[in-house]
């Protein structure tokens, strides 16, 4: 069991760290694509996120997520607000065509 909520912890980890690499690229390359993998490598780490805390309530591991409610809460918000800065500046970036 820790083995597994060890991967949906770095798994949610690396996808949040991609998520902040592409909407980075996407701002630099003035790329619409790579700011929708962006998006969605963030979204799928918050889900990740959910299925930790799942995962502890399946297991009534109630004190762990005491512990780290509030911690998960700022990290997802902080992912998320960086992600649609961002994607946002990206999406400002793009050539008008008229």
Do not use: K
């Not at 909407?23 to 930790?52: E, F, I, K, N, P």
């Not at 109630?62 to 500046?89: I, K, Q």
């Amino acid at each position: 069991m820790a083995i597994l909520v060890t991967m949906i912890l770095l798994g949610a980890l690396g996808l949040g760290l991609l998520a902040w690499g592409l909407g980075l690229a996407g701002l630099v390359r003035r790329d619409l694509r790579l700011s929708v993998c962006s998006l969605s490598c963030c979204t799928l780490a918050v889900l990740l996120a959910c299925a930790y805390f799942y995962g502890g309530i399946q297991c009534q591991d109630w004190s762990t997520l005491m512990d780290t409610a509030r911690a998960m809460l700022l990290a997802a918000g902080v992912l998320t607000a960086v992600s649609l800065l961002l994607n946002g500046c990206t999406l400002l970036r793009q050539p008008h065509n008229r």
